[in-house]
């Protein structure tokens, strides 16, 4: 079981910037893939940044150039740093981890944090 804690959400203007924060109870060592989604009112959760073995890191288009996905290995945390936001982000955005023990893959996610990009 992996318990992942969320920070960092929040109200920002448009052009603003977040960085979100999910701390997860296990060592990045077993950790094969962190993510974050996020989901509007009405709309399905949606893949944003993921980071990946070997500090590979994919993008939705619709955030490429404004947020990067990082992680901290001492911290066992992963950050996204949210920049130039448009009304558009606003959404509850969710960490994501996934495991891989004795060769089955888990998934696990936070509670999610509201990030509303409001003037």
């Known amino acids: 079981q992996v318990q992942l804690v969320e920070s960092g959400g929040g109200l920002v203007q448009p052009g603003g910037s977040l960085r979100l924060s999910c701390a997860s109870s296990?060592?990045?060592?077993?950790?094969?893939?962190m993510a974050w989604y996020r989901q509007a009112p009405g709309n399905g959760r949606e893949l944003v940044a993921a980071l990946s073995s070997g500090s590979n890191t994919n993008y939705a288009d619709s955030v490429k150039g404004r947020f990067t996905i990082s992680g901290d290995n001492a911290k066992n945390t992963v950050y996204l740093q949210m920049n130039s936001l448009k009304p558009e982000d606003t959404a509850v955005y969710y960490c994501?981890?996934?495991?891989?023990?004795?060769?089955?893959?888990?998934?696990?996610w936070g509670q999610g944090t509201q990030v509303t990009v409001s003037s």
């Open positions: 296990r060592s990045f060592f077993s950790i094969y893939r």
């Open positions: 994501n981890a996934e495991v891989i023990t004795g060769g089955v893959t888990g998934v696990y």
